[in-house]
């Protein structure tokens, strides 16, 4: 018991207690001023991501999430197994100066690359809409294969912080652009599509004005 309870005010076990309760690793740790502002701030992000998907639709409620409530639970864990004296604008500080907010975007792409090919295979004749066709057969399964391919390309990258991870970024995102409006063209209005955008417009330009995170040799991976 005593080495349990002496393992959860070490940072890895902030961090696991907060990953459970925001804010929770941070009473532990003693910073019981921060912890209260932590889960002060967390319970209305939370439960505005569950009102807009009641009222506005699930697609509406996770878009939030994963745009506002997922990024702020990953960055107070880390500020959790820190504990710094000086709040949550040392550690964001941190954050910035080492592109930690760029690893944890290559892990969402990581993430989306595994959920687009659980997908595919729990649905092998379904045909995505690509500029207006569902393209079949041989033509459809490479349709199906360039998602998570890119996803697992960019999310590496992105860990790497190398800069051929934002290039093919930018390249993948002006595919999405186009294929997203052509599909409007030709289609209309659509919930889903709208989201999409939105979602993908939003992250460009944030990871455009991180380009410079981004190095032309991969760097050696380091510890957050």
């Not at 107070?76 to 197994?81: A, D, E, T, Y």
């Amino acid at each position: 018991m005593k080495v349990g309870a002496s393992f959860l005010k070490t940072p890895q076990g902030a961090a696991f207690l907060s990953a459970l309760c925001p804010g929770l690793g941070l009473f532990i740790r003693g910073y019981s001023a921060q912890a209260w502002s932590t889960l002060l701030l967390g319970l209305p992000l939370v439960s505005l991501a569950v009102i807009l998907g009641q009222s506005h639709g699930i697609e509406t409620g996770i878009f939030f999430g994963i745009l506002v409530v997922l990024p702020w639970w990953v960055f107070q864990v880390f500020h959790s197994s820190l504990a710094h004296p000086n709040g949550l604008r040392a550690t964001w500080h941190l954050v910035w100066e080492r592109g930690l907010d760029i690893r944890y975007l290559g892990g969402l792409f990581i993430l989306s690359a595994l959920m687009d090919l659980s997908i595919i295979v729990a649905n092998p004749s379904y045909n995505l809409h690509v500029f207006c066709a569902r393209p079949t057969g041989v033509l459809g399964l490479f349709v199906k294969a360039q998602s998570p391919t890119f996803h697992m390309l960019i999310g590496y990258g992105f860990l790497r912080q190398a800069r051929w991870g934002l290039l093919i970024y930018l390249l993948y995102a002006s595919y999405g652009f186009l294929n997203a409006m052509t599909n409007f063209a030709c289609e209309g209005y659509g919930r889903i599509r709208t989201i999409f955008l939105l979602t993908l417009a939003t992250f460009t330009i944030y990871i455009w004005s991180r380009r410079r995170s981004f190095r032309s040799a991969s760097p050696e991976p380091r510890s957050f």
